[in-house]
């Protein structure tokens, strides 16, 4: 195999290689083939990037190189394990603003938006580190007398990881911690529209200490390179973060082997607005749900549910607040452009065809062509109304900057609306009724309910998943991601007293 061209760029300051290459064994290679890709900047189209287009020869030598660490690693006990994660953690720590630079020139969001990405990530990195001192099992009781039981957990064996592309670093580290404080090691497919961020990440990692090989990451499209990662017969574990369509496929090959598999999937999220909610606060909050990250949250809000009494006075408040956005790359800016062109383009025909259907649209709905943006995949924030609960854009995720209003009599009817769904992520409602909160935080179908803020993902503590097409059950972070990075073992222990 080739080494990556030598030649080096600046990239917002940050010098890469030219070439991004696959990270195997400790080392940066290029894909086998000697075939890249361009990455190009969402903010303006210019190439950011020639990255590896790796394909099954390059997934093989990847699964090599984690199959010989694996044992190893495994062997060192959790608790040091731990202690070369919290390294790994205060090299990210130490070199931040450089993380923050790349996810932020790979995405459009702004540094400051990056910088926070970023010390998610490290957050999760170091909860997971210190699970290395907890890995908690049971002891618990026999049937039997004289007999001890206990559960201890156990490595899958190699992980195979794929993730999106919308939090880069956070994803990454979503993944990449739990897994390797199981004493799992892992090939990590980064996203094709972040192919520099995971490449950082685990140059950091290999520099603050991690054995070769213990993390391994490929780059290049899915069908190329992460297939043949998830029907690789030596990956114990498939962990996919993605959309629901592919999430399906990976499941049914995962499915076909009874490979152990967690999928983490889209979202169609409702935020309910009810006749006693504070109105101002409520139009703050959709916006935050709706747009923040231009929309490219699996727990974005997209569908909003607004009882008739309210409605016209918290159209025209919501208006006016999403009319205020700024949309740009910058920290003065509240979010920026979309991740490509292709599905910037996905986005604009789905408004077309909704109008089409009858929506109204109530602002956005087209590409932003001033000098300053044109270049890049920039979406104007979009809320339409008068869309029928089963048309195309009320079922299906568009992962953009894009909501719609439905109108409802009373809480009855929200609360069928908001369940009305093929997925169930997150759900939100905003009312000053404990009554009404509670009742709707218990019987919303979705992993995750908030009351009076917006629809967010969890904290790194807390577990992450959600129902029907948003996933097959599993949860991650929290210490529930250690039940998708490790095997349960029994261990009986007889004793014997005649022998004493
Ligand atoms: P995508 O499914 O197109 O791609 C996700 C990843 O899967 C990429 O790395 C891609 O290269 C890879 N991939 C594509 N085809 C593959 C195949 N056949 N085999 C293996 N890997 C393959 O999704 P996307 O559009 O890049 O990301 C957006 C989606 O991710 C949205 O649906 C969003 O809701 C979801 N998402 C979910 C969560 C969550 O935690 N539930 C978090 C972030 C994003």
Known sequence: MQKTAEKKKQVSGIEVAKTIGNWIGGKEIAASSGATFDKRSPHDGSLLFSVARSTVADV??????????????????AVQRGLVLHHVCNALEARQKELATIVASETGKSPKEAFGEAGGAIALGRFFAGEGQRLYGRTTTSGAPDKYAMTVRQPCGVAGLIIAANTPIAN???????????????VLKAAEDTPGTSWLFAKIAHEAGLPPGVLNVIQGYGTECGAPLVEDARIDVVSFTGSTKVGKWVGEACGKT????????????????????????????????????????????????????????????????????KVGPTDNDDFGPVINERQLNAMLAAIEQATKEGARLLIGGQRLTDSERAQGFYLAPTLLENVDAVADISRHELFGPIACLYRVRNYDEA???ANDSPYGLTACIHTTSVDRGFDFAHKVRSGVAVINAGTFGSEPHMPFGGLGQSGNGSREPGTEALDVYSELKDIYIQVRPKKL
Do not use: H
């Not at 030598?61 to 044992?71: E, G, H, I, L």
């Not at 990454?172 to 892992?186: D, E, H, M, Q, R």
């Not at 006075?313 to 607040?321: E, I, T, Y």
């Open 258 to 325: 009874l490979k152990k598999m967690s999928l983490e999937l889209g979202g169609k999220n409702p935020l309910i607005v009810t006749d006693d909610a504070d109105l101002d606060e409520a139009a703050k909050w959709v916006c935050l749900s709706a747009f923040s990250n231009a929309g490219q949250r699996c727990a974005a809000g997209s569908r909003i549910i607004v009882f008739d009494k309210v409605y016209d006075a918290f159209r025209d408040r919501l208006v006016v607040a999403a009319k205020a956005l």
């Open 60 to 77: 093989n030598a990847a699964v090599d190189a984690a199959v010989k660490a694996q044992s190893a690693w495994a062997a060192m006990p």
């Open 415 to 417: 609360l069928a609306l």
């Open 172 to 186: 990454t580290a979503w993944k990449v911690f739990p897994a390797l404080i199981c004493g799992n090691s892992a």
